[in-house]
């Protein structure tokens, strides 16, 4: 599950912090990858071989004195510095490198890695065909909320999760959000005596609490684990439960589609995004259906992004 994690470094502290994450989440077996971006804008000011070399040699040394600080563990660990715009830089070593999570933080203060919703992160969020952990101010990972949908799409990322939690010993908080009444509802649920809203609710919150549950026990999750069921506004309840339960990253597969919810990057999840801030991991998950004995199984493989989008020239080894 998590053989390959991959980290971006652009040579600020800030942006180091990711590593510390990345060492609680690998074990013996996973290879932490380090790669670091020579960015075209700068080739295009300093123009010149000598220039580049420079530059290649400064983020060389950058890169070893952070594998040294890294040698005490026991993780296996590789770096590489790469030609090229920065997203590009790491949607292509996250390709090459088969990168099962990329741990990057949420933004820095140099030029390559700008806000949330900068062109980097943002990029690498919509194109990564692999899970994405966007680290904000805090490093700790003790509870992780999954928002659900009664999707298959949404709890696709349960796997990951689970084996986060698993690293970490973090709790899981799994939470079905059900969108409130329009006033037409609200009208036909108040004249209907058989059908009082404060009972229709509480049915409602039964039966969700019987849908977690279910997934829990599927995946495998149902030991270290809290339900929550709520009504309200879905991106700002998502953002207030996870500030509520002092959870330190949401996990949410984009592209869910079920019961209230619609989700799609740009939408709710970019929402959440922007109303929270606390670290995200993010999936983009594909389903394929099959039929297997007259019964359709749903499937997720990893989505594709266009290559045309890419362009990383060349790369240097360490």
């Known amino acids: 599950m998590l053989n390959n994690i991959l980290v971006p470094l652009d040579g600020s502290v800030w942006a180091e912090t990711a590593l510390q994450v990345a060492q609680k989440i690998a074990k013996n077996t996973t290879s932490l990858v380090l790669v670091n971006a020579i960015e075209e804008s700068f080739l295009e000011l300093e123009i010149g071989h000598e220039a580049?070399?420079?530059?290649?040699?400064e983020k060389s040394k950058y890169l070893q004195s952070v594998l040294l600080k890294l040698s005490t563990v026991s993780t296996k660990l590789a770096?590489?510095?790469?030609?090229?715009?920065?997203?590009?830089?790491?949607?292509?070593?996250?390709?090459?490198?088969?990168?099962?999570?990329i741990v990057m933080t949420r933004h820095t203060h140099s030029?390559?890695?700008?806000?949330?919703?900068?062109?980097?992160?943002?990029?690498?969020?919509r194109n990564s065909e692999c899970p994405v952990l966007v680290l904000r101010d805090h490093i700790e990972v003790t509870r992780i909320l999954v928002p659900l949908d009664q999707?298959?799409?949404?709890?696709?990322?349960?796997?990951?999760?689970?084996?986060?939690?698993q690293r970490t010993q973090a709790e899981i908080?799994?939470?079905?959000?059900?969108?409130?009444?329009?006033?037409?509802?609200?009208?036909?649920?108040?004249?209907?005596?058989?059908?009082?809203?404060?009972?229709?609710?509480?049915?409602?919150?039964?039966?969700e609490q019987v849908y977690l549950q279910?997934?829990?026990?599927?995946?495998g999750v149902e030991g270290n684990v809290k339900y929550v069921c709520m009504t309200g506004p879905t991106a700002l309840t998502i953002a207030s439960i996870?500030?509520?339960?002092?959870?330190?990253?949401?996990?949410?597969?984009?592209?869910?589609?079920?019961?209230?919810?619609?989700?799609?990057?740009?939408h709710v999840t970019e929402h959440v995004m922007r109303l929270s801030d606390k670290s995200f991991l993010i999936a983009r998950p594909q389903l394929v259906a099959t039929v297997k004995d007259g019964a359709v199984i749903w499937q997720t493989t990893r989505v594709n992004y266009p290559l045309a989008a890419v362009g990383v020239d060349h790369s240097y080894g360490i």
């Open 52 to 57: 580049e070399k420079q530059q290649v040699t």
């Open 79 to 101: 770096a590489q510095i790469r030609r090229g715009s920065a997203a590009a830089v790491i949607l292509q070593t996250a390709k090459e490198k088969k990168a099962d999570l």
């Open 111 to 125: 030029y390559w890695s700008k806000s949330i919703f900068g062109s980097v992160t943002k990029r690498v969020l």
């Open 151 to 165: 999707s298959y799409r949404a709890e696709a990322i349960l796997p990951l999760v689970k084996a986060l939690a």
């Open 173 to 207: 908080v799994l939470a079905h959000v059900s969108r409130e009444p329009s006033l037409f509802e609200s009208i036909a649920k108040k004249d209907d005596a058989n059908n009082d809203l404060a009972v229709t609710g509480r049915l409602r919150a039964g039966t």
């Open 214 to 219: 279910r997934i829990a026990k599927k995946y």
């Open 242 to 266: 996870a500030d509520e339960l002092d959870c330190d990253i949401i996990a949410m597969s984009t592209h869910g589609e079920g019961g209230d919810m619609r989700w799609r990057f740009g």
